[in-house]
């Protein structure tokens, strides 16, 4: 709802697009779960996303194609009679990527703070680990905690990420188009 | 575009509509756009070229490039199109050189498209065909096997570590019984001692929620971490199953190491169970090899996978490079044709314009090739016809000055002048022709000289001897006619020449005609006035002694003869007297009118005259009745008394102007005038003669007018042409002179005489004379009295 308040030339964009991949609905992005909140100078992510690959982009990622997703965060400060003021922006990226000798996906967090990279045996369980928010921390300065504040979250699978001959057909295919859409909320108090 | 007709109204939406068009022409359909966008893309292809070959500089840019230029493709086209458009639109209006712009087009366009496409074909199929020839079937079971061998030799690997661990793991056991005490630090120890021995990268011992009981490294190992590897919590809960754990873990930078977790059993009842983990780097011999094929059979999987990718990039890269080409070599088809048919178009409309009569056309020369001599022999045409129509022109100026001069001159010539072609059609002919023909000559041009004939019988003497002197083909000739007029002839003398002959035609006539009757006329009053000279002196002479003799013989004799002839002889004589009386007047009249001018001329005013005169006659009677004046014959000349009253009346102009003239001759004319009037009355019940004096003012020049009328029978018809020649009378016993020498005076005078019948009866001679300089610097003489008098 506050997405739509906070309406930029994107929303439409990603709304449209969202219309046309309505039938690949099932295998798409959904930011299912963000708990946020204030802690000493920073934000504190806690949640879930939940990554569906489309079969393309399986398939891709099987063949040892490394994906990378992007998750977009704007903590956003309420205002009552203007529009909300953005306060900061982090864009993280984290990527997942085969590995043929071991078997195994290989997850690669660079959150701010932690850079870890994981093994897992199982795309299921690897692209869990990707959209896994665990205690994610974004550090934060100037921010009154007397105030509302909420967080827009957005995940989406970057397409300039991907090796060059495989972007023509990945901006010309809805299959690669998977994006989550905004999503905004409350950071608690 | 537009009908030429448009109203000041329109002028600016028309205006607006050709700026447009220009701006248009400048920036749409003009070159520079075009060239440097074409430029642009170029780069950019080569850009994106560079990217397809995962260039690190153009790589991140693949995408925008690949953007761009699809854009600069469409926006190429669409200027294309705009041109193709606008050129189309020429060709509707039939813009002249547009066809031939849309020939060479069409013909660039197939000579550019041909190739291309021929080239693009082939290219798709090699490049296709060259993608295909990465792969190979062999290298992929190659690869698959490389990678299975390395599994398997890892697998190998993976068993003994499982082994070792679980051999471990009872030591462990045992050794938690045996030393409880210990504690931790127990367990460490010999966690370092099994490390040690069994040559453990890391050896950690795990509670089964995974904290840490003790961990042992090989210090040698940069871990880069003070903190043990810990497993995920799918791995404890695997181990909390009793089941063994081992894989191989690709970690980060350190490469690969295999990493074995089992639970170990405490031998104490009630003790919790715990999980240990060997974590064992791989043998850097293994590590390398390991890593190599994973990373061979990686980049080849990727390959493979990227195939279709790869060939869609190219094959996109190179239809766009390729649709690139065609769309500049379309442009360039459309600027070369323009360029090529702009020199023809304009001599297209150079020839239109100089078709439509505009002869100082020239054409800009801007090149140096055929077609730039083309248009400046265009140019020196138009040069060479511009002088020529010029000149041509002031030659027909000439033409027509001379013709309008020579048109002049003819037209205040007095003689009349007709010209003639070669058939005797009428070409041309002066006003005074008409004038001395009495026919409206107009009607009769490019009319045969028959057809005048025909239509004005009275010319025929005249056409007639036309017709005959070009027949008998004389260069000149000469000849005199009458011309039947009314009631009297007049005589022409006719030349004719003929005209010089032009290109082997014949050539025409002028003819070239004098009015000679008055000339003849005048020749004859003049032999007329010597043959009255003459008889006047001759006969003059003798008359006296024989009226003497005669009055002599009746003196003498009358008494002495016998009573009964004294009678006869008072007969005879007073017949001779009173007939040599008779001739005495006669021959008076003969010298009268022969006696040449010898005019003593003074201001006289008419009035006064004609009332001197009228008063004498009225003296001469005597008798007096009133309001009419009984003319009678003067004494002698009928030999009778003719009593018969006439009423004179007169109507003088008080304010006319003195005239310079002889008064005694103008006395003669006015005296033979009331006497002819008075004679012409002989037998008119109510005679009137009425005479009457104005000023008219006639071409600038002003006349004293003088009207004698009378309401008698008027001229004899016949007469009325020859009435100013002597001998010309209509009485019993006039000498015709009166009005011959009343003609005379008054020419004598610089005046002019008219004698005509008038419409209500009877007969009206006017007299003018002109009011000279000298006459009028004089007072006028005239009194104030309107004289109309009844006498």
């Not at chain 2, 003459?534 to 009358?558: D, G, W």
């Not at chain 2, 002889?662 to 006395?667: H, I, N």
Request: charged letters at 20%.
């Amino acid at each position: 709802m506050r997405a739509c308040a906070k309406t930029n030339w994107r929303c439409l964009a990603f709304l449209l697009l969202g219309l046309a991949v309505l039938g690949q609905a099932a295998a798409d992005f959904k930011v299912a779960d963000v708990q946020p909140k204030f802690a000493d100078q920073a934000l504190v992510l806690s949640g879930n996303i939940d990554l569906g690959l489309s079969s393309q982009v399986e398939e891709a990622l099987s063949k040892g194609i490394p994906l990378e997703v992007i998750i977009e965060v704007r903590l956003y400060q309420y205002r009552r009679f203007l529009w909300d003021k953005q306060v900061a922006t982090w864009t993280l990226h984290r990527s997942i990527q085969y590995h043929a000798l071991s078997g195994q996906y290989l997850v690669s967090a660079g959150d701010p703070g932690s850079e870890t990279r994981e093994s897992l045996l199982t795309q299921q369980e690897a692209l869990k680990s990707l959209g896994s928010l665990n205690d994610l921390r974004l550090t934060l300065t100037n921010v009154a905690p007397a105030d509302n504040y909420s967080v827009d979250v957005r995940a989406s699978l970057d397409i300039e990420a991907l090796p060059t001959p495989l972007r023509p057909v990945a901006y010309t295919s809805f299959a690669w188009h998977l994006n989550s859409g905004w999503t905004t909320w409350k950071v608690a108090r | 575009m537009e009908s030429g007709a448009l109203k000041s109204g329109a002028g600016a939406p028309r205006e607006r509509t050709e700026g447009w068009n220009r701006y248009v022409t400048r920036y749409v359909t003009g070159v520079t756009p075009l060239a440097v966008l074409s430029l642009l893309l170029i780069a950019a292809f080569i850009m994106m070229n560079a990217a397809a070959q995962n260039s690190a500089l153009f790589g991140r840019l693949y995408s925008v490039l690949l953007l761009v230029n699809i854009l600069g493709v469409v926006l190429l086209l669409a200027l294309i199109l705009l041109n193709l458009f606008h050129l189309l639109e020429q060709y509707r209006a039939r813009v002249t050189g547009t066809r031939l712009t849309v020939r060479l087009l069409v013909m660039f366009v197939v000579l550019a498209v041909v190739p291309v496409s021929v080239v693009f074909f082939f290219s798709i199929q090699a490049l296709n065909r060259g993608i295909d020839n990465w792969f190979d079937v062999r290298i992929e079971r190659a690869l698959d096997d490389a990678l299975l061998l390395g599994r398997t030799a890892l697998d190998a690997l993976k068993q003994d570590l499982v082994k070792n661990t679980q051999t471990m793991a009872g030591e462990i056991e045992t050794i938690s019984v045996t030393r409880k005490i210990g504690g931790p630090r127990s367990e460490l120890s010999l966690l370092n001692a099994l490390r040690e021995q069994y040559a453990i990268t890391e050896l950690t011992l795990f509670t089964q929620d995974g904290k840490i009981v003790a961990s042992s490294s090989d210090a040698s190992l940069d871990t880069g971490t003070l903190l043990p590897d810990r497993p995920n919590d799918a791995i404890l809960a695997q181990v909390r199953q009793g089941l063994v754990y081992a894989n191989l873990d690709a970690i980060g930078r350190s490469g690969l190491q295999l990493r074995v977790v089992v639970p170990v059993h405490p031998r104490e009842v009630g003790a919790p169970n715990r999980a240990l983990q060997a974590l064992q780097a791989l043998p850097p011999r293994y590590a390398k090899l390991g890593e190599s094929v994973q990373s061979a059979f990686a980049d080849y999987e990727k390959l493979v996978y990227l195939r279709g990718p790869l060939k869609f990039g190219f094959t996109l890269t190179l239809s766009l490079i390729a649709l690139l080409t065609l769309l500049i070599a379309v442009w360039a088809a459309i600027f070369s044709a323009r360029r090529l048919a702009a020199p023809i178009r304009e001599l297209a409309e150079g020839t239109r314009a100089v078709a439509q009569g505009d002869y100082q056309k020239q054409l800009p020369v801007t090149s140096h090739d055929e077609i730039g001599i083309l248009v400046e022999s265009f140019n020196d045409m138009t040069r060479r016809i511009h002088r020529a129509q010029s000149q041509s022109k002031r030659s027909q100026q000439e033409a027509e000055i001379q013709r309008a001069y020579l048109e002049t001159v003819l037209g205040h010539l007095s003689s009349g002048v007709l010209t003639f072609n070669q058939r005797l059609m009428l070409r041309t002919h002066n006003p005074a022709a008409s004038h001395i023909l009495g026919v409206e000559l107009k009607a009769g041009e490019r009319k045969p000289l028959a057809w005048l004939a025909e239509r004005y019988p009275l010319l025929q003497p005249f056409t007639e001897s036309i017709a005959q002197a070009t027949a008998a083909g004389d260069s000149e000739w000469r000849t005199q006619i009458e011309l039947p007029a009314n009631n009297h002839s007049r005589t022409l003398m006719v030349r004719g020449t003929l005209l010089p002959s032009w290109r082997g035609k014949r050539g025409g006539y002028v003819v070239v005609f004098d009015d000679i009757t008055t000339l003849i006329q005048a020749q004859r009053n003049a032999a007329w006035g010597e043959v009255a000279r003459r008889m006047a002196h001759e006969i003059k002479n003798p008359l006296t002694p024989i009226q003497l003799s005669a009055e002599r013989i009746r003196h003498k004799y009358l008494r002495q003869v016998e009573e009964e002839e004294r009678g006869a002889l008072d007969r005879a004589t007073r017949t001779i007297i009173e007939q040599v009386e008779a001739l005495k007047s006669m021959v008076n009249d003969f010298s009268e009118y022969a006696r040449s001018a010898q005019l003593r001329s003074r201001p006289v005013d008419l009035n006064d005259l004609i009332r001197d005169v009228v008063e004498l006659y009225k003296n001469e009677r005597g008798l007096a009745a009133a309001g009419v004046v009984p003319l009678h014959g003067v004494a002698g000349r009928t030999g009778r008394k003719t009593p018969r009253p006439v009423a004179t009346r007169l109507e003088l102009d008080a304010d006319l102007p003195v005239v310079s003239a002889d008064p005694g001759r103008l006395r003669q004319v006015l005296h033979n005038l009331l006497l002819n009037a008075r004679d012409a009355l002989a037998t008119t019940p109510k005679p009137v003669i009425r005479v009457s004096t104005r000023t008219v003012t006639e071409n600038l020049h002003r006349f004293v007018e003088l009207k004698v009328q009378d309401n008698g029978p008027g001229f004899p018809e016949a007469m009325l042409g020859r009435l100013y020649e002597p001998y010309v009378t209509s009485k019993e016993r006039g000498t015709g002179l009166g009005l011959a020498i009343v003609k005379r005076i008054v020419e004598e005078h610089g005046g002019t005489t008219h004698a005509e019948n008038l419409k209500e009866g009877g007969a009206c001679v006017t007299i003018r004379l002109p009011v000279g300089e000298a006459a009028l610097a004089e007072a006028p003489l005239h009194k104030p009295v309107h004289a109309e008098t009844k006498a």
